[in-house]
Each structure stands twice: as structure tokens, then as C-alpha cells.
């Protein structure tokens, strides 16, 4: 299967700084690029659908002046959590998909925030 | 997008066939039936996903009845590194405007 990274794998900042969180595709090109978030014990969340060149789309809920999300290339997006503050401490989650006729989406291996 | 309904837990023992349900009595005729897992504090891995035939590849079988209100995840020989919390999921293709919609999944444990 295709390959999705994230950078970083975790991350502790203090409150009210921003971090960015970066999701790659390494062996395919992925016109859209999907963020979630997970808390402990429970079921992930979908947060925002970024298409490649374009704005991306936020779920109901989901602030997107708080989370800023890039997909600058077929290969690239990111996630800017700003202003961070203690409940925005999460499992932050990317997937990709490439578009094609298959059409399955691939996960990253997360990053862990901790905001203290 | 259809919602599903799994159990929340399931034992197994290892070397066993895990069959794992899942209900989506609404789903529609464009819906594909997706599974994934995620291995604790790991992000979800695919695992098979299927329109209305049964499907295989080399980690499980995916059976899905005829009228495709339902299926089931068959791990033919499960092992102590497939426990994980396994996640059926009905969409519409994304060109379709499809999502995937995770619910709470099925806790899996596979025993020695």
C-alpha cells in the first residue's frame, strides 16, 4: 500500500504557541489530504479535507482560524495548530488519498500533542 | 454517508479465524464497505474494502450478504499482533463526495 508519513511523531509545547504538523506522501502524488484528531479512548475524528490548491474544507465544529491546514503540493500538507492551549492536546492523524480509480485512503502514524 | 454498528469487544483465540460483524442496514447502492484497524497509538491501517462481491487479499476475507446489509471481516489465522480496534465503515467513492466516517469499532483481542 502507499505510504504516508508525518513529522513530527510528537510534540510538547507550552500553552498559547503554535505548532505545525506536516503529512507526506511519499510514493504517490495525493490530490486530497485529510486531518483527524483522536482523544484517548475514543474513535477518530474528522477535522478538514484539503484538496491541493485550494481552500481546504472544515467539518462542522472545527475551528478553522485555530487550525490552519496547507496543501501547497501533491505531496505536502500541513496543519497549524495556533495558539495552543491544554484541551487541543490530542492524536493528530493525516490520511491521503491519490484520486485514482481505487480510491482508498492511507494513514500516517499520527502525531501526539501535548500542550502544557 | 450510512452508519454501522460493530460490537464493541471481541476475544480470539490465537491461530483461530476472527470473524468480526458489522451492520449497515442503510447503506445505499453507490456505498462501498471499508474496513481498517489501528493498533494502539498507531494510525488506522487499511485492511480490504468491497461493493458487493465477497474479497480477499492477503490479510482477510471480506464477506458481504446479498442484500449488503451487513458483512463480516474473516482474519483466517489471527495472531497476538492483530489485536487492535478493527473499523467498518460504509462511503460513496470520494469523487462522489464520500468521507470516512469512523464510528467506535470493535475491540479485538486475540489470546495465547
Known amino acids: 500500500g502507499a505510504v504516508v508519513s508525518q513529522h513530527p511523531s510528537w510534540v510538547i509545547c507550552k500553552s498559547g504557541t503554535s505548532v505545525k504538523i506536516e503529512c507526506r506522501s511519499l510514493?504517490?502524488?495525493?490530490?486530497?489530504m485529510f486531518w483527524y484528531r483522536q482523544f484517548p479512548k475514543q474513535s477518530l475524528m474528522l477535522m478538514a479535507t484539503?484538496?491541493?490548491?485550494?481552500?481546504?474544507?472544515?467539518e462542522q465544529g472545527v475551528e478553522k482560524d485555530k487550525f490552519l491546514i496547507n496543501h501547497a503540493s501533491l505531496t505536502l500538507s500541513t496543519l497549524t495548530v495556533t495558539s495552543a492551549h491544554p484541551e487541543d492536546s490530542s492524536f493528530y492523524i493525516c490520511?491521503?488519498?491519490?484520486?485514482?480509480?481505487?480510491?482508498?485512503?492511507?494513514f500516517g502514524p499520527g502525531t501526539r500533542l501535548t500542550v502544557l | 454517508d450510512a452508519k454501522t454498528t460493530q460490537p464493541p469487544s471481541m476475544d480470539c483465540a490465537e491461530g483461530r479465524a476472527a470473524n468480526l460483524p458489522c451492520n449497515h442496514s442503510?447503506?445505499?447502492?453507490?456505498?462501498?464497505v471499508y474496513w481498517y484497524r489501528q493498533i494502539h497509538s498507531q494510525g488506522p491501517q487499511y485492511i480490504i474494502h468491497?461493493?458487493?462481491n465477497n474479497e480477499t487479499n492477503e490479510m482477510a476475507s471480506l464477506i458481504i450478504t446479498e442484500d449488503r446489509k451487513s458483512s463480516t471481516l474473516i482474519l483466517p489465522h489471527a495472531t497476538l499482533r492483530d489485536t487492535a480496534v478493527y473499523y467498518c465503515i460504509v462511503r460513496v467513492p470520494y469523487n462522489q463526495g464520500g468521507k470516512l466516517i469512523f464510528g467506535q469499532g470493535t475491540e479485538l483481542s486475540v489470546k495465547p
Open positions: 484539503s484538496n491541493e490548491g485550494s481552500k481546504a474544507t472544515y
Open positions: 490520511s491521503a488519498n491519490s484520486g485514482a480509480s481505487t480510491d482508498t485512503q492511507y
Open positions: 468491497g461493493l458487493k
Open positions: 510514493d504517490f502524488q495525493a490530490t486530497t
Open positions: 442503510t447503506i445505499s447502492g453507490n456505498e462501498y
